[in-house]
Nanobody, 124 residues
């Protein structure tokens, strides 16, 4: 069964850090582009970062550029999202997803498979 499982969310204060993990099972992670999305309360789900199958290419939303870093370890079938300098507006449910096209990896329309999400809350 193909699935993505996120972990690493939690409650953190403004300026703090968290590292999210996305473990891929049921297929080889290096077959796919992996993306991170988030959905804040009352808002639409938005793409925040993605990484190519070999890690050579990454993309970030302007709102997280310079603070978040995406990486992958294909030997462990895991993709990470290191989040630093967190702000209250980073609060939300964070989802990892597989995408088939890098030029659509930040769009929900380009998603092939979703994880169930992990919750991040940043207190002020």
């Amino acid at each position: 069964q193909q699935q993505l499982v996120e972990s690493g969310g939690g409650l953190v204060r403004t300026g703090g850090s968290l590292r999210l993990s996305c473990v891929v099972s049921g297929f080889r992670s290096d077959f796919y582009i992996i993306s991170w999305f988030r959905q804040a309360p009352g808002k639409e789900r938005e793409g925040i970062s993605c990484i190519s199958w070999n890690g050579d290419y990454t993309n970030y939303a302007d709102s997280v550029k310079g603070r978040f870093t995406i990486s992958r370890d294909n030997a462990k079938n895991t993709v990470y999202l290191q989040m630093n300098s967190l702000k209250p507006e980073d609060t939300g449910i964070y989802y990892c997803a597989t995408s088939l096209q890098f030029n659509r990896c930040m769009s929900t329309g380009g998603v092939h498979l979703w994880g169930k999400g992990t919750s991040v809350t940043v207190s002020s």
